[in-house]
């Protein structure tokens, strides 16, 4: 066991790249361009250059950024990079852009440069047997069977949590079900989380009945004006 009572110097090849422990800080420096090497190959190096930070794999493997073991960051080398939540993957980037996992909040607007798109909800049924609508599958949903009577649908945001939770007073999201046409089926009353709510049709009144063919296609708007309580938008089209 070596003891030293004061500072302790190491001396590097140049008399800028030094090692210090200093007593009075409490604290090891190390000096601009000096590297702190790690593995028997060197393999990871960190440092700072005298403008900038860095941290350098050499590319033996990946570079792992943790918290207990929990993991943070992650760095593929010659792939992807991943950051997660609570062990969770929430971004990760891919040879043509970034994949984002969950719901993403933009406080200053987004811009878009080149496609958009968004994808549908496709029920291999019909409406009325399948009346909840489920936001965290999407918000265009497409029933494939053809409709045979009236039905009540039921917007909400997934089984386990309501729309009222996700939606803040002054949100809105628009909604589109597309169900397969029939005169004798139509959707005139509306829900969200399950309880009834007051419907504006466009036109100043509610559909009597389906579209004779082809495809009805219902465009509900929401404005959440208060807890659990809706502005609600609505308008019927018949594609043929």
Not at 22 to 39: F, H, P, Q, R, W
Not at 156 to 169: D, G, H, P, Q
Not at 187 to 197: A, E, F, K, L, R
């Amino acid at each position: 066991v070596t003891t030293f009572s004061g500072d302790v110097i190491f001396d590097g090849a140049t008399e800028d790249r030094t090692i210090t422990f200093d007593k009075s800080d409490n604290a090891l420096k190390v000096a601009d361009n000096t590297n702190i090497n790690i593995g028997t190959g060197n393999d990871l190096k960190i440092y700072h250059n005298g403008s900038h930070s860095f941290i350098d794999e050499a590319g033996t493997g990946n570079l792992y950024i943790r918290s207990g073991t929990d993991n943070g960051i992650t760095l593929n080398t010659d792939a992807d990079v991943i950051l997660y939540h609570d062990n969770a993957i929430k971004f990760q980037t891919t040879n043509d852009g970034a994949v984002t996992t969950g719901i993403g909040t933009f406080t200053a607007g987004a811009n878009f440069d080149g496609i958009l798109s968004e994808k549908f909800n496709t029920v291999a049924g019909k409406l009325s047997d399948n009346t909840t609508i489920d936001l965290e599958d999407g918000m265009i949903h497409y029933f494939s069977t053809t409709e045979t009577t009236t039905s009540t649908p039921n917007i909400r945001y997934s089984s386990s949590k309501s729309l009222n939770n996700m939606l803040t007073i002054g949100d809105s999201v628009s909604v589109t079900v597309i169900t397969t046409a029939a005169a004798a089926g139509y959707s005139v009353n509306w829900q969200i989380d399950g309880t009834n709510v007051t419907e504006e049709w466009n036109g100043g009144s509610a559909p009597s009945e389906g579209g004779a063919g082809g495809y009805d296609v219902y465009v509900i708007t929401l404005l959440k004006t208060a807890s659990n309580t809706y502005v609600v938008l609505a308008n019927l089209s018949n594609f043929a």
